[in-house]
């Protein structure tokens, strides 16, 4: 199990990008824990589902994170994706990540919620993917039905992929 430093000072704000997904989710409560002992307001990503990437161990919705955050006396603001969004300099994974998790009111700063949306780029890397498997869109659906979900899946993510997202590490 992560264990992190004690904190001795508290600062304004705590940076934390697509880390999270490379700790196991036994380390996920820590990190938070480890976020929040920094300061009352944190900027936070982390990769979703599918996202796909080297070592992601932990990839989870936002909802996940967000209860965790919430736990701890912190909200969820979004505040950031809809300023980044479009901006192609800046990558897919950021722009559709990224949000504020408080213990401040900032509902009087302008948000937009991106719940559940999913960057063009991210659809379309997993699109251009799914293309990869002809063998498992068949033209009949008889056929299709026989594929399993989990077959599809591992077939997918591959075996060692699938089996750390169904906890069967």
């Not at 196991?24 to 824990?33: E, P, S």
């Not at 300061?39 to 990839?59: M, R």
């Not at 912190?74 to 998790?101: A, E, G, M, P």
């Not at 919620?113 to 993917?129: H, I, W």
Request: aromatic share 14%.
């Amino acid at each position: 199990e992560k264990t992190f430093p004690a904190v001795e000072k508290t600062i304004d704000l705590a940076l934390c990008l697509e880390v999270a997904e490379h700790l196991q989710a036994k380390n996920a409560d820590n990190l938070i824990r480890f976020l929040t002992s920094l300061s009352e307001t944190v900027i936070f990503s982390a990769a979703i589902p599918f996202q796909g990437g080297d070592n992601h161990y932990n990839e989870r919705w936002e909802d996940y994170w967000e209860k965790k955050f919430n736990d701890l006396g912190y909200k969820k603001f979004d505040l950031i994706r809809h300023k980044i969004w479009s901006n192609k300099n800046i990558k897919w994974w950021y722009r559709q990540n990224t949000v504020v998790y408080s213990k401040k009111d900032l509902s009087n700063l302008p948000s937009v919620s991106f719940e559940g949306v999913v960057t063009r780029e991210c659809y379309e890397n997993k699109t251009a993917m799914l293309s990869n498997f002809s063998g498992l869109v068949t033209p009949t659906p008889w056929k299709a039905l026989k594929l399993s979900t989990k077959t599809i899946f591992r077939k997918l993510m591959g075996e060692e992929a699938y089996h750390r997202m169904m906890g069967k590490n």
